[in-house]
């Protein structure tokens, strides 16, 4: 079993749509973070989470330490929203362990 | 600001030969990490360093060195390249766990390896 598990794998909406990612972990962990990876491009960190939830514009995330969850949502989707999301979490030495990803598809 | 910057985006390697990757960083981050990223198997560690001159392995260490003489700098070194290390490979930068600043991850653009 992977430590961290992201669902769904594939998610496709329609512009304007709220959307949910979803992030499972089983180790004990330090922070979580949401990166946002556009085909062929790079990788670019969303938020970084201990506690609580942050926003940011249209995007939020929320972490459950006690349930070792975490959720990004994403309001009024938009087409250039479509990117590949990936979750990871971070311990001794802040390295990080990534999920698989969910590849996000906005439909205009 | 120039954040992490990688160094080359794009290379092609014969087996056998070697090579290594640059990566730089103008944030005064005392963590620095290689990561490689192959289809259907995500982000892995190679190597990090948390602080000039020292390192650690990750995850997938083996066919890699890598090198922090310099704070900004770190570099990731192939021997003897091999097929299997065709790859897309980030470079990322943090500062301190618990120093109370922000600590996300920068990254650098990536750079794309094919070894044949």
């Keep these: ?108 | 600001n120039a954040g992490v910057t990688q160094t080359p985006k794009f290379r092609v390697l014969k087996t056998g030969q070697s090579m290594t990757l640059l990566c730089a960083q103008d944030m005064n981050h005392e963590y620095m990490y290689w990561y490689r990223q192959d289809p259907g198997m995500g982000l892995r560690l190679i190597h990090y360093s948390v602080g000039e001159g020292t390192t650690a392995k990750g995850e997938v260490p083996d066919g890699y060195n890598v090198s922090r003489l310099k704070k900004q700098n770190f570099l990731l070194g192939l021997e003897s390249a091999a097929p299997s290390q065709t790859s897309v490979y980030f470079c990322a930068s943090s500062d301190l766990p618990g120093s109370g600043a922000n600590y996300g991850y920068t990254f650098g653009s990536g750079t794309r390896l094919t070894v044949v």
Excluded at chain 1, 20 to 27: A, D, E, K
């Design chain 1, 1 to 108: 079993k992977n430590e961290v598990e992201q669902s769904p794998q594939n998610l496709t909406a329609q512009e304007g749509e709220f959307i949910t990612i979803n992030c499972s972990y089983s180790v004990g962990i330090s922070a979580l973070h949401w990166l946002q990876q556009h085909p062929g491009g790079g990788i670019v960190s969303l938020f970084m989470l201990s506690s609580g939830k942050k926003k940011h514009g249209r995007l939020i995330a929320t972490i459950n330490i006690q349930e070792k969850h975490s959720s990004l949502h994403i309001t009024a989707s938009h087409p250039r929203d479509s990117a590949v999301y990936i979750c990871a979490v971070s311990s001794y030495g802040n390295k990080l362990v990534f999920g698989a990803g969910t590849i996000l598809r906005v439909k205009s």
